[in-house]
């Protein structure tokens, strides 16, 4: 094992050809709702004419590709899919039938559904943060809530060992079905596994850094065989019985998303842990809130440009569906983000522990703002992130500092869902999943390595919309729950949603419909007291489409007496009749739904394991309501359609015949 990356590394250096900064198909998107459609376009590495593109198109949790949809001519430049429909959206794959086989990404949406709950979030506290920074830590707290996800807060001592922390976790998990992501605030027991090098560095041989083994639920890690003392940063040793696991790969698919934010041991910034700990965090709420004035553009400062993995496309091939890719621009990392601003900055180069060739070094950093919000890199030695001064985590150290960092080349990252809504800890987790032949990975050996992680908040995402505020009670005790608030300062919203909660930074659950006013009478529940939120709600445009965006919550609590029981919510009736035709069903399936009024209904087609495989929303009126499902490439089986409007659930059985 401590010979392969090495080796393979050479081999593939010496038979592939090179590829430029922009071996990458950089695809975008326009879409349109009547009648529905996605077109889409993409930018070719240059000189490429010669062999067929061809077009494949999967739902976003398909297990497969299945057959291409298109086969185009090499000088095509875009392909219109009809075959869609409203409040959905698709993942599309473009790939060029070449030597090289460039390829591109994208997620491309039509008015895509609003995520109203993002789930259990573990945040996990050093305690050397928990009095010098507990109120940046509660405004992350009451913002983590406010994005939708339910927080479960527990400090630790940086005396915690691995295994103690790994318990709390599996047993929060085992409680709590909603788990989805943990996020560790400061210097708390790291996990170090594997005997690897993925930097192909035979002095770099040994166990890295791997907090992917706190998202892993079900896995198998040993601590038994491996004996390699040889690299030449002693934190890389690993021996029979040290603490240290066996796993050079992932013992099994990831569960949670993991993110750290570590500012140990970085004294070149000649500041203290709680000064850098308390900048990224009040640095991260302006970001959530809206209140930074962030330019929806990239850079890529490629210095592998002759390296046959053609490590750049981490920043081409990402970057055209989140900005644009007319808005992804060559330039010099540092010296460009020290006095503009770019929300994405991807560099690479050959590496040290503090240094990126051709990128810059830690002194560098340390002597410039990072005036972005993402910057992914990838260079030798620096991947291995728990080293003093680290070059990976500098950026999150600057004054004016990034928000999320990670070593994206070996293997390559997949953040194309954030186009569309999804969080950068959905796109970690999904690029330490990939097994190199879903999402391609030039070394398929270095797929699943245990070296993945992300420096930085998981819960992050590329656009917020303006919080409301001022949320407030009125009304008496007959009348239930009547909440106003004041309005947001964010253009062109759609309107508001509003939830409510037995617990401040509990589970949050949908109580009205699209609101286009500023108040919400709640006459339906138990006698008690309870939180309430109110979220905007954004149409928002981006290059992979259009998805309802949502922003940070405001919310108040307060104790109610309802005049109707909790069998539904006034502006969500329940439903009354519900079908499927025709039932067995081939690629689409028509969804009849009766309400007594206006409601938004949450659609998802799960199968039988639970595995959630289409999410769409529909805004019902009264009486009969039709919508059409595309069922795209899912496979052929019985699965359920799940209808949730507030208090009233209908579950059908839908039989797929394709």
């Known amino acids: 094992m401590k010979r392969l990356f090495t080796i393979l590394f050479i081999a593939l250096s ?26 889409l376009n993409w930018k070719m590495p240059p000189a490429k004419t010669n062999g ?23 000088t095509a430049t875009g392909y219109t899919d009809n075959a869609v429909t409203a409040s959905s959206a698709y993942e599309y794959l ?9 390829y591109g990404y994208i997620f491309a949406g039509i008015e895509q559904p609003a995520i109203h709950s993002r789930g259990a979030l573990i945040l996990l506290v050093d305690d050397a943060f928990s009095t010098t920074c507990s109120t940046e830590i509660a405004m992350l707290v009451k913002d983590l809530s406010g994005d939708g996800w339910e927080v479960i807060r527990k400090d630790y001592p940086r005396s915690a060992t691995v295994a103690t922390v790994k318990t709390f976790i599996t047993t929060t998990a085992q409680a709590n079905a909603n788990l989805e992501a943990v996020y560790i ?26 907090d992917v083994y706190y998202g892993d639920l079900d896995g198998t890690w040993a601590d038994a065989s491996i004996n390699d003392i040889t690299s030449a940063n002693s934190l890389n040793h690993n021996t029979p019985g040290d603490g240290k696991f066996d ?44 209140a930074l004035a962030v330019t929806k553009r990239a850079l890529v400062d490629d210095n592998f440009k002759t390296m046959p993995e053609g490590f750049g496309g981490n920043g081409w091939r990402n970057f055209a569906p989140l900005v644009g890719s007319n808005n992804v621009e060559e330039k010099d990392l540092i010296s460009t983000l020290n006095t503009q601003f770019y929300q994405w900055a991807y560099g690479c180069g050959g590496g040290s522990y503090t ?91 270095l797929a699943r390595i245990v070296t993945t992680a992300l420096m930085g908040d ?33 253009p062109g919203l759609a309107g508001y949603y509003v939830y409510r909660s037995t617990n401040e930074f509990g589970e949050y659950k949908l109580r009205s419909g699209l609101i286009t006013g500023t108040t919400y009478t709640d006459s339906f529940g138990t006698a008690g007291t309870y939180w309430y939120m109110v979220r905007p709600a954004k149409l928002q445009t981006t290059p992979s489409g259009t998805y309802y965006n949502l922003g940070l919550g405001a919310s108040a609590s307060g104790t109610f007496k309802y005049p109707r029981p909790e ?21 689409t399936v028509q969804l009849s739904i009766s309400a007594l009024g206006n409601a938004t209904a949450l659609i998802s087609v799960t199968d039988l394991q639970g595995r959630t495989i289409l999410k769409t929303e529909m805004q019902l009126q009264p009486g009969n309501n039709m919508q059409q499902l595309n069922l795209g490439t899912m496979l052929a089986g019985m699965y359920l359609v799940h209808i949730q409007s507030a208090g009233s659930t209908k579950v059908l059985k839908l039989a797929h015949t394709q």
């Open 14 to 39: 010496a038979a592939a050809p090179a590829q430029n900064a922009y071996y990458s198909v950089r695809v975008e998107a326009v879409t349109q709702k009547s009648p529905a459609q996605v077109k």
């Open 52 to 74: 067929n593109i061809s077009i494949y198109r999967k739902s976003q949790s398909a297990a497969n590709w299945g057959a291409a949809i298109a086969t185009l001519p090499g």
């Open 94 to 102: 473009v790939v060029k039938d070449d030597t090289t086989n460039p």
């Open 185 to 210: 605030l400061g210097h708390i027991a790291v996990p170090y596994s594997g005997d690897l090098n993925p930097d192909a560095h035979p002095d770099h041989i040994g166990a890295w850094p791997a």
């Open 247 to 290: 796993n050079s790969y992932i013992a099994s698919d990831i569960e949670l998303q993991v993110g750290r934010v570590d500012f140990y041991d970085m004294p070149a910034f000649g500041k203290t842990e709680e000064q850098m700990m308390k900048s990224y965090l009040n640095k991260a709420h302006q970001y959530k809130t809206g």
């Open 355 to 445: 240094s990126c060739g051709g990128v810059g070094t830690t002194a560098n950093i340390v002597a410039n703002d990072m005036k972005a919000i993402f910057t992914p890199m990838f260079g030798s030695y620096f991947g291995d992130w728990n080293y003093k001064n680290n070059f990976l985590r500098a950026p999150l150290c600057a004054d004016e500092p990034s928000l999320a960092t990670f070593w994206a080349g070996r293997p390559n990252w997949f953040l194309h869902h954030m186009a569309l809504g999804e969080n950068i800890g959905y796109s970690t987790r999904l690029s330490q999943n990939n097994n190199g032949t879903f999402y391609a990975t030039p070394i398929p050996s």
């Open 458 to 490: 998981p819960t992050l995402r590329t656009e917020y919309v303006k919080p409301a505020s001022g949320v407030t009670f009125s009304g008496d005790s007959t009348k239930g729950a009547v909440v106003s608030w004041t309005a947001s300062a964010e």
């Open 567 to 587: 069998v539904g919510v006034a502006a969500v009736p329940p439903i009354t009749n519900a079908q499927l035709y025709p039932n067995p069903a081939g690629s």
